[in-house]
């Protein structure tokens, strides 16, 4: 157990709609990470926030988006969704310049 | 952008022998190289990760190996058993613990023959 939390486990929704995932680093972590992991395009790194404040974008979609809250946790919203975006989505956490731990993932399905 | 490259895709080793996974980066900025495990289902896992001011770094049966020069990094097992069978990714980002986000390898899935 990494101490990094997600919610929820699976999500099953439909083209169109819309979710939130949501994220919890570990005690005393102040950066939170979202990776996309998926077959056809491998681990990627979507967006990072420190302490409530947007750090560096990968290659996050315009339909997606995120924030990080002042208790830290984090959400990232999936609106008009597509088959295409069905994956894991991890979120993972460091202090400062240390090692990411990563969470357990939500797996996203799309129907 | 960086590009990470690894090789081999799928490698299967003999119980007791030894394992090397390689990558090439593409962005000599980057300082930062971080590898992971994952086994089926799971969360990937930190093994080891090196910074771009060392050359090599070993704890127990793993090692890696770092060559700034021609942008390459490896990852070596020795003495491998059936619980290392995963799937292997390396990284790369130009800021250590990768604030910037770290930019995967394709992935390796190693398999220990008994």
């Known amino acids: 157990d990494s101490g990094v939390t997600q919610t929820p486990k699976h999500l099953i929704t439909a083209t169109g709609q819309r979710v939130t995932l949501r994220c919890s680093p570990r005690s005393g972590d102040l950066s939170v990470y979202w990776y996309q992991q998926s077959l056809d395009q491998g681990l990627q790194f979507l967006i990072h926030?420190?302490?409530?404040?947007?750090?560096a974008k990968g290659n996050i979609l315009e339909r997606f988006s995120a924030q990080q809250f002042p208790d830290l946790h984090s959400e990232l919203n999936l609106s008009s969704l597509e088959l295409g975006d069905s994956a894991l989505y991890f979120c993972?956490?460091?202090?400062?310049?240390?090692?990411?731990?990563f969470g357990p993932g939500t797996r996203l399905t799309v129907l | 952008g960086e590009n990470v490259e690894q090789h081999p895709s799928t490698l299967s080793v003999q119980e007791g022998d030894s394992a090397v996974i390689k990558c090439t980066y593409s962005?000599?900025?980057?300082?930062?190289f971080p590898w992971y495990k994952q086994e089926l289902g799971k969360r990937p896992q930190l093994i080891i990760d090196i910074r771009s001011n060392v050359g090599e770094k070993k704890d127990q049966r793993i090692a890696v190996t770092l060559n700034k020069t021609a942008k390459h990094f490896s990852l070596h097992i020795t003495e491998t058993q059936p619980e290392d069978s995963a799937v292997y990714f390396c990284a790369a980002s130009y800021s250590g613990g990768g604030a910037d986000g770290l930019t995967f390898g394709k992935g390796t899935h190693l398999i220990i023959q008994p």
């Open positions: 962005d000599s900025a980057s300082n930062y």
């Open positions: 926030y420190y302490n409530g404040e947007e750090r």
């Open positions: 993972a956490s460091n202090y400062r310049h240390n090692e990411q731990f």
